[in-house]
């Protein structure tokens, strides 16, 4: 049995903890977080789990296999590199780290020493996700055309990251796991309005194969969405994640080109026929992932998710940062 500590216990570490803690191949042995109210609040869900408000107590522990990192991005990599130097794999909240060169380091230090590193890509562990890339993989929708892909809601507002860095990462890494072909640039505009942080922002990503990509994140929006279309030849797909039965719809809807001697004889006619939606597994994605790592880790296979997948998303979220700097300007990954 593989020994989990955990550091930080806010908004997403007690999911951490309460399904590394399910599994049967894991056991949380220790919790960290510096504020003593979440402390209590572990203890009183935990009352057999060790606390502490030192997170050095983790990374050092004789005992402890796993670290998992569930702190502000900023501190990431520092907790992240003592994890690694002291023969700890690594489960790392998103997005991985706060820039290309700290993750490249840690991939680096990973491999030198044979540890696993997995970043937390939740949503490639759900069952839409999941089918979405089974229908791609089999080609029901054809080669691909866009993909388009809205995140809003009234809050959260952070107070170290912009509304990109904290919500694009979930749609950058279900964009990353669905579409073999790596985006070659991206270019992103917003406006702060509240503080000297963007909390509207629109980006655009460009493939080599004529596909593109765009992506709306919005902390000022005043009803939440959570929708992906996947256009493509032969088919188009919808996800819509606050669904509660038809998460995912597929229509059988198109253009069909035609194109005689000469551009004005182009033949355009419009394809309209059957919805469906197909049947999603219904698992729970968190529980999924843990279970995968801890398997990754006995095996010694690499997780879908490892370094090299979170740093291609730092890596678009610090392009992101580059042409807001520069008016929208494209970047070239």
């Known amino acids: 049995m593989l020994n989990v500590g955990v550091i930080g216990y806010g908004y997403w570490g007690p999911n951490i903890v309460r399904n590394f803690n399910s599994i049967e191949a894991t056991r949380v042995h220790l919790i960290c977080d510096g504020n003593q109210h979440a402390l209590n609040r572990a203890q009183k869900a935990h009352p057999h789990i060790n606390t502490t408000t030192t997170w050095q107590d983790v990374i050092s522990s004789p005992d402890i296999d796993i670290v998992a990192v569930i702190t502000p991005v900023s501190t990431h990599f520092e907790l992240a590199k003592k994890a690694l130097e002291n023969g700890k794999h690594i489960f790392v909240e998103k997005p991985f780290t706060a820039t290309v060169a700290q993750a490249e380091e840690l991939i680096e230090l990973a491999e030198k020493k044979n540890l696993k590193i997995m970043v937390d ?13 089974q229908l791609i993989a089999d080609a029901i929708l054809g080669d691909l055309y866009y993909y388009d892909s809205v995140r809003v809601n009234l809050g959260l507002f952070q107070k170290d990251v912009n509304v990109i860095w904290d919500l694009a990462p979930h749609d950058f890494s279900i964009m990353d796991y669905l579409i073999e072909e790596r985006p070659v640039a991206i270019s992103a505009s917003g406006k702060a309005h509240l503080n000297e942080m963007e ?67 182009l033949l355009v006619s419009y394809r309209s026929g059957d919805m469906w939606a197909p049947k999603v597994q219904q698992i729970e994605a968190l529980k999924m992932e843990a279970e995968y790592f801890a398997n990754c880790i006995v095996n010694g296979e690499t997780p879908i998710n490892d370094g090299h997948a979170g740093l291609r998303i730092v890596k678009m979220l610090e392009s992101c940062n580059e042409s807001l700097k520069d008016s929208g300007r494209m970047v070239y990954l």
Request: charged fraction near 25%; aromatic fraction near 12%; hydrophobic fraction near 40%.
């Open 121 to 133: 890509h939740t949503f490639i562990f759900t069952g839409a996700v999941r089918k979405m890339k």
């Open 199 to 265: 909390d509207t922002a629109y980006i655009t990503v460009h493939f080599a194969n004529n596909m593109i990509a765009h992506f709306n994140v919005n902390w000022l929006s005043p009803v939440k969405l959570r929708t992906t279309l996947v256009g493509g030849e032969k088919k188009m797909l919808v996800w819509n994640d606050l669904e509660a039965d038809e998460k995912l719809k597929i229509y059988d809807k198109g253009v069909d080109v035609k194109n005689k001697e000469g551009v004005y004889n």
